[in-house]
Nanobody
Framework: QVQLVESGGGLVQAGGSLRLSCAAS????????MGWFRQAPGKERDFVAA????????DYSDSVKGRFTISIANAKNTVYLQMNSLKPEDTAVYYC?????????????????WGQGTPVTVSS
């Protein structure tokens, strides 16, 4: 089992930045892939970013590419999502997720472990 706890969400003005954190615990992580998803009110949960536990492989949705960065602090078992140049359309609850392989697509149903989510609100 893997436990994931997100933090760092909040209210920010458009153009601002936030850094989300996801603390992982419960098992060895060297073979895990980590991801960030988001869900806006009334919408489906969407893929945002993913990386291997080594941090060497990363991928992003087109909507955040160039603005968001996913990274891992292995010694802290923590995954980060640095969000810059935030837009009102980035407003959502952000979820951390994990599974045993980075391959397999980015549909939410293909990810095994989930955190409780942290809300991000970007005001215009």
């Amino acid at each position: 089992q893997v436990q994931l706890v997100e933090s760092g969400g909040g209210l920010v003005q458009a153009g601002g930045s936030l850094r989300l954190s996801c603390a992982a615990s419960g098992r060895t992580f060297s073979r895990l892939a980590m991801g960030w998803f988001r869900q806006a009110p009334g919408k489906e949960r969407d893929f945002v970013a993913a990386c291997s536990w080594s941090g060497l492989s990363t991928d992003y949705s087109d909507s955040v590419k160039g603005r968001f960065t996913i990274s891992i602090a292995n010694a802290k078992n923590t995954v980060y999502l640095q969000m810059n140049s935030l837009k009102p359309e980035d407003t959502a609850v952000y979820y951390c997720a994990a599974r045993t392989s980075l391959s397999g697509g980015y549909q939410p149903g293909s990810w095994t472990y989930w955190g409780q989510g942290t809300p991000v609100t970007v005001s215009s």
